[in-house]
């Protein structure tokens, strides 16, 4: 009876894992051997790594990422410029503690949404929150919430995200009040928050397209600094025979950007 009583208070305590685990060494032979002590550490661990795992699958389904993609599962046997080691060093989370950015850039179907969503899954895996964002929808939601009164509460809500993953960065030229609206949003969170750019650009022609070239200068140098670069080379994984196993080659991407006009810039930044 007391056994019951003291399971019922757990559950009304919110700790659904120590009553369970409190409820098989009670139904069990195998625990009575062990000590008063061992038997609280095996309760308390299986409380722990609930919520842990409870933690975890609220932050996958709050991410919204557009793959299942893995670090594990990544293919390193298509040549496309991508180091194993580099990339292996960047699923350890170092830049996101850092509050660094990640570029993963290169022309369609070489596995940029995959290889950011794996970054994106590792940093979640290791106790850090993150969301996908597309850059087009972006773009129109922030417009919206600017227009509705919504802009200050979207942006502070964003810049919470310990990662943003923001795909198809720079797909066309950003008009002014596009770059002004990025500007708010990549303020708020340089050197507080890590994020991810994909984008079929390469970054020495990011400055151009990145409308007036005032914001242009802002966002860049804030969006450079501090920044790793991916960048993918080689022909589309999708090319690849029918039946060969697909690994990070099934990413959906949209159309090659069309390229800014006007003459190229490039900007040294630091990495």
């Known amino acids: 009876m007391l056994i019951n009583q003291t399971i019922e208070q757990l559950h009304a305590l919110r700790l659904e894992a120590m009553a369970e685990a409190l409820r098989r060494q009670c139904e069990s032979a195998e625990y009575r051997q062990l000590s008063f002590e061992e038997r609280l550490s095996m ?8 919520r842990e795992n409870r933690r975890l699958s609220r932050y996958f389904k709050q991410a919204h990422l557009r793959a299942d993609a893995m670090i594990e599962d990544v293919d390193f046997t298509h040549r496309r410029g991508l180091e194993r080691g580099e990339l292996l060093s960047l ?13 993963v ?6 596995g940029k949404t995959y290889l950011a969503c794996a970054l994106a899954n590792a940093a979640i895996r290791r106790g850090h929150s993150a969301l996908y964002l597309r850059a087009p929808r972006m773009l129109d939601e922030l417009a919206i919430a600017r227009a509705d009164g919504r802009f200050q509460r979207l942006i502070a809500s964003w810049a919470r995200v310990e990662v943003l993953l923001v795909d198809d960065y720079l797909l066309r030229p950003l ?29 020495s022609r990011w400055h151009e397209a990145m409308g007036d070239p005032t914001l242009a200068d802002a966002l860049a140098d804030r969006i450079l600094q ?9 022909r589309s994984l999708r090319r690849r025979e029918a039946g060969t196993p697909a690994g990070d080659a099934a990413e959906p991407e949209p159309e090659t950007p069309p390229a800014p006009q006007g003459r190229e810039r490039t900007r040294s930044t630091a990495s």
């Open 175 to 203: 008009s002014v009040e596009q770059a002004a609206d990025t500007l708010e949003l990549v303020e708020e969170r340089a050197g507080r928050r890590a994020t991810i750019f994909t984008s079929q650009l390469p970054i």
């Open 43 to 50: 309760m308390i661990d299986a409380e722990v790594t609930e």
């Open 105 to 110: 850039v290169g022309a369609t179907g070489l």
């Open 226 to 234: 501090h920044l790793h670069r991916i960048e993918l080379s080689g």
């Open 91 to 103: 699923a350890e989370c170092g830049w996101v503690r850092a509050h660094h950015n990640v570029a």
